[in-house]
């Protein structure tokens, strides 16, 4: 069983940047690919980001967020820069077998974090 807690969400200004953090329990943290999906108002959760070894992205943000992992400390990061209005979503952090897009490849899911960036 994996917990995950995510954090470090607030309100930004275009432009800005932010860093999420997302804190796991449980154990062999480094066997699991760990993945952030965001989900904005009346839209689907979509995926954002995923790495086990190396790092995969959408489109959307390749270029301005990275995300990386501490398995020392069982976290996993996504920096966010350039940030844009569209970006407003609330980000949630997973864990599971494959750094992949699908949301089925995913066990483990944390509660969700707000971002909101006003233009």
């Known amino acids: 069983q994996v917990q995950l807690v995510e954090s470090g969400g607030g309100s930004v200004q275009a432009g800005g940047s932010l860093r999420l953090s997302c804190a796991a329990s449980g154990r062999s943290f480094n066997s699991y690919a760990m993945g952030w999906f965001r989900q904005a108002p009346g839209k689907e959760r979509e995926f954002v980001a995923a790495r086990l070894g190396s790092a995969v992205y959408a489109d959307s943000v390749k270029g301005r967020f990275t995300i990386s992992r501490d398995n020392a400390k069982n976290t996993v990061y996504l920096q966010m820069n350039s940030l844009k209005p569209e970006d407003t979503a609330v980000y949630y952090c997973?864990?599971?077998?494959?750094?992949?897009?699908?949301?089925?490849?995913?066990?483990?899911w944390g509660h969700g974090t707000q971002v909101t960036v006003s233009s």
């Open positions: 997973a864990a599971g077998s494959v750094a992949g897009t699908l949301q089925s490849w995913y066990d483990y």
